[in-house]
């Protein structure tokens, strides 16, 4: 069982996640991390590529092959910026650490169909930010830690910085069963 998600800065994400591969080529801390994000990226380092977000799953995750399976629980919906801070780190670490495949992400959120119905606003925006993730502020901020801290890299330049512009991902509303 996971604690409550924490939001975790995206320049802290960044720091913790690039120290803890450098150090021994895994993301074990990041992986039992109480933020979705790091745990995406940990998930990813091991292989994931398709992140498929649903209430029904695991809040911890589970991997199954280039699948990971997991819900952000209760914030299912809330929690846009760590989708993009997720992918955001991703792409760094796949670029620093030469980890094939993340030119496959996609991220597939799916949420409950009373949820979408109690919160109309938050399905719209989230659906925006999975179509429109460069235009978001937390894209933005992303971007600008990056930039802000290029010593911390030896593969990624700003140009490579600048070139991520979008990424893959869907919004679905679930059914529920009758």
């Not at 993730?133 to 890299?153: E, G, I, M, Q």
């Amino acid at each position: 069982m996971v604690k409550k998600n924490r939001i975790v800065p995206f320049e802290k994400m960044l720091k913790d996640t690039l120290a803890e591969y450098s150090s021994d080529g895994e993301l074990k801390k990041a992986a039992n991390s109480t933020s979705m994000a790091m745990r995406m990226a940990a998930a990813f380092v091991h292989g994931a590529r398709k992140f498929d977000i649903d209430p029904a799953y695991s809040e911890m995750g589970e991997l199954d092959g280039e699948v990971f399976r997991m819900s952000d629980g209760e914030s299912l919906m809330t929690e846009t910026d760590d989708y993009i801070k997720a992918w955001f780190l991703m792409e760094l670490l796949a670029k620093e650490f030469d980890i094939a495949g993340a030119e496959k992400i996609t991220m597939h959120v799916n949420v409950t169909d009373s949820k979408a119905q109690h919160q109309p606003r938050m399905m719209k925006e989230l659906a925006s930010a999975m179509a429109n993730a460069s235009k978001n502020d937390t894209w933005k901020k992303c971007r600008c830690v990056a930039l802000d801290h290029l010593d911390w890299f030896q593969k990624v330049d700003p140009m490579y910085i600048y070139s991520l512009t979008h990424f893959n991902g869907s919004v679905r509303r679930l059914s529920t069963p009758a």
